[in-house]
């Protein structure tokens, strides 16, 4: 017997499912391009930012000047590095009256939406570097639209990825953010950059699922398969073959409209097509699963509805992971959550795949393809 | 070879099968055999355990479960090792043809996909394809089109060319007829015949559809997991007293009473109500005392509408056997409650 025939079988079975098709491949490549043309080709500068320089490097005998270097890197970056960041002007000051001048200033361009936020960079701002502490920053922002507070939250950590990188800093900063309450400021687009790298795992999760599914329940000559020298493992086997090849082929057609629609992205697209290939693998264990265990195409629906909705709810986009209380653990054995987080790594840190959940999400994948096997094992099959 | 006493043309051999499900005892000690050409038909009525019979000698039932010497193309189903190898011998028509055939894709797709799964040459079998096609008449033009578009009779035509694509020594075909209407019965009967007379192909058959003894060469009679029949069609009917010949007599206001003073004649086997004023008469020594019989009837002031002769069809010779079954299993309930009776 030949388990070639068998994945053949599965390429003829899912080439003939028009709807699937179009689920799968044509809703990816629409979103993407809506949500392209809305956030512009290129990258874009989303944020626009005032600093408050107070560094101030004491002198000590064995330290020859009291320049404030570091200070200077942080705003250059800002200024020049960052491809999120606009810096709108800049303030030094040495002492409490220039400050309260400068804080008053940045307090009116805030409030009237020149400026996103104003950073301020403490007195002991590079001794703290020098000295391997951390150092302080602070930052305010305007608290009234909590979405756009998340937004830079993590638009923040870019210069500061950029800033360490530079200068090869070891410790982490200790952010501060006091937050003023003005109006909503309209960066509504930009935040849709931020969405689709997180809508395209939903995506890819949710189609490869769906079709996976029901690629056992749905096959009624399956059962009459095995009055054939065909063994349950081949027929199992041939299906995550099969429905892997076209997930990866969903990813890679991802991958290349995002390429081109120009998905702002700090860290390397071709790890972010790895996760999306990773979670969409999850994708076909956890459909196989619904497979394997439903007893008939109704009954896979409503599971796949179900559990596709608890990935979602649990993923942490929905609602951050800290709020889940108890239910924090649904969180990690679930595979959004993982993913998610490697996600916003890539595309908004800059941070290489985090091994560590590449890894959660193999396991998850792995147990549910374990589960799946034994059922099917387990499954009565009749003529 | 396993069994030196059978012959090399024996396609199956049952002997005292046992299948034991929990504490539900299904086929109790049934013993037959299949040689090489024959059209086995199996008939009982729902429940009796025909299909659990077919399941064992398909390899679809576990060897905890059953019990007895199994042999399908001188292989046993109870040794894992022989699966691959028996189902690549035998083949199988199911009841249902949406379990056989893929409805959203075109019978070449079908007949290549179940080829994949014997190891087969795809060039050499959709010549078969071709031919089983043009023997079942499945029209040209259907053959590149979803098998959903297929009318019914068509679709089981397409399901049993399935069944033998990969040249089996055996097919096994589960209520080939049920669902059909009455004309099309027929017609698949006649196809089924003309297969097995092209392809010399041994075919075993389950149904409660007593047409299919027409073309069968050998019945089995299944009730209650047991075997009780297993002959010629012909050889049952000539087993029934003179050699299955029957009157049918219809009688104005038939009823209960007045087929119990008909059983009251001496020479009477059996007294059949075959309709709501007709009977049907068996009788030893037939030809002596069939007007003996009517003059009785005269005596006894029944009004007689009509009366014919005829023999015994199969669907007759089915019906007494089940009876008579019945009546025996009966007498046993009673006697034994007699028996309890009695003793406190
Ligand atoms: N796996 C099983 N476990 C327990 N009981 C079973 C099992 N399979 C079949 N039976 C029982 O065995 C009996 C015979 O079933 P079987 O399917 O062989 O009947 P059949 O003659 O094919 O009937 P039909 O004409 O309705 O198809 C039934 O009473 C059924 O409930
Ligand atoms: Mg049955």
Redesign the interface.
């Known amino acids: ?2 388990i ?3 994945i ?2 599965e390429f ?2 899912i080439k ?2 028009r709807r699937t098709l179009i689920l799968l491949f044509f809703i990816p490549m629409i979103l993407i391009i809506i949500f392209g043309l809305t956030t512009g080709v290129g990258p874009t500068k989303f944020f626009t930012a005032a600093i408050i320089s107070r560094d101030e490097m004491p002198t000590y005998d064995d330290f020859p000047s009291n320049s404030s270097e570091y200070d200077d890197i942080f705003i250059s970056i800002m200024e020049q590095n960052s491809t999120t960041w606009d810096l709108y002007s800049q303030f030094n000051s040495t002492n409490i009256g220039e400050y309260n001048q400068a804080f008053n200033r940045c307090f009116y361009l805030l409030k009237n939406e020149f400026i996103d936020v104003f950073i301020i960079l403490p007195q002991n701002f590079s001794e703290s570097i020098v000295n391997n502490s951390n150092p302080v920053l602070i930052y305010y922002i305007d608290g009234s639209d909590s979405s756009a507070v998340r937004a830079l939250e993590v638009a923040i950590q870019e210069p500061l990825a950029l800033f360490r990188v530079e200068i090869n800093m070891i410790e982490n900063f200790t952010i501060m953010v006091p937050h003023l309450e003005f109006g909503v400021p309209s960066w509504e687009s930009q935040l849709l950059n931020y969405a689709l790298a997180l809508i395209l795992p939903i995506i890819i999760v949710g189609t490869t699922m769906n079709l996976t599914s029901l690629s056992i329940v749905s ?3 399956l ?9 349950k493992r081949d027929i199992i086997f041939s299906k995550l073959i099969a429905n892997t090849v076209v997930m990866i082929m969903q990813a890679t057609e991802i991958f290349i409209m995002t390429s081109f629609f120009g998905l702002y992205s700090l860290g390397s697209l071709f790890d972010f097509y790895l996760v999306l290939m990773l979670i969409g693998f999850c994708g076909v264990a956890i459909g196989l699963f619904i497979s394997a265990v439903s007893p008939t195409e109704q009954g896979a629906n409503q599971m796949y509805l179900m559990m596709f909705i608890i990935i979602i709810i649990f993923s942490g986009t929905l609602m951050p992971a800290e709020s889940l209380g108890g239910a924090k653990f649904l969180a990690d054995i679930l595979p959004l959550s993982h993913a998610s987080v490697l996600i916003t790594d890539i595309t908004l840190r800059g941070l290489p795949l985090n091994l560590e959940h590449v890894f959660f999400i193999l396991i998850i994948s792995l147990v549910f393809l374990i589960i799946a096997y034994v059922a099917y094992k387990f499954k009565k099959l ?2 | 070879m396993e069994n030196p006493d059978i012959s090399n043309n024996t396609m199956v051999l049952v002997e005292n099968l046992d299948v034991v499900f929990g504490n539900k005892h299904i086929v109790h000690d049934v013993s037959f055999s299949v040689e090489e050409g024959e059209i086995i038909g199996m008939f009982g009525i729902s429940g009796a355990g025909k299909t659990t019979i077919i399941r064992v000698l398909t390899c679809q039932i576990e060897k905890k479960n059953w019990n007895g010497n199994v042999l399908v193309t001188g292989l046993s189903p109870s040794k894992r090792g022989n699966h691959s190898k028996i189902l690549s011998n035998i083949g199988y028509v199911p009841q249902l043809e949406l379990l056989n055939l893929y409805f959203e894709l075109d019978p070449i797709v079908n007949v290549e996909i179940f080829t994949s799964t014997y190891g087969m040459d795809k060039k050499k079998a959709i010549i078969t394809a071709e031919k089983l096609f043009n023997i079942l008449d499945i029209p040209k033009d259907t053959w590149k089109k979803r098998v959903k578009r297929m009318s019914g009779g068509e679709k089981k035509r397409l399901s049993m060319a399935i069944g033998l694509i990969h040249h089996p020594k055996v097919l096994f075909l589960d209520e080939p007829t049920t669902g059909v209407d009455a004309s099309k019965r027929y017609d698949i009967l006649s196809y089924l015949k003309k297969l097995n007379q092209q392809l010399n192909t041994t075919m075993f058959i389950i149904t409660h559809d007593l047409e299919a003894a027409l073309i069968c060469d050998k019945s089995a009679i299944l009730r209650e997991g047991k075997l009780l029949e297993f002959d010629t069609p012909q050889n049952l009917i000539n087993s029934l007293p003179s050699r299955g010949l029957v009157a049918r007599i219809s009688i104005e206001n038939l009823n209960q009473e007045i087929i119990k003073t008909i059983q009251k004649y001496p020479s009477i086997e059996k007294v059949l109500r075959v309709g709501n004023e007709t009977i049907e008469v068996l009788m030893e020594d037939f030809e002596d005392n069939l007007p003996k019989l009517m003059k009785f009837l005269f005596e006894n002031e029944l009004k007689v509408y009509s009366m014919s002769r005829d023999v015994a069809n199969f669907r007759r010779y089915f019906q007494i056997r089940i009876q008579e079954e019945e009546e025996k299993e009966n007498r046993k309930n009673r006697s034994e409650l007699m028996n309890e009776g009695d003793s406190p």
């Open positions: 017997m030949t070639s025939g068998l053949q079988k003829i079975r003939s499912d096959e009624g000559p059962p009459r398969m095995l009055i054939t020298p065909t063994a009749e003529v």
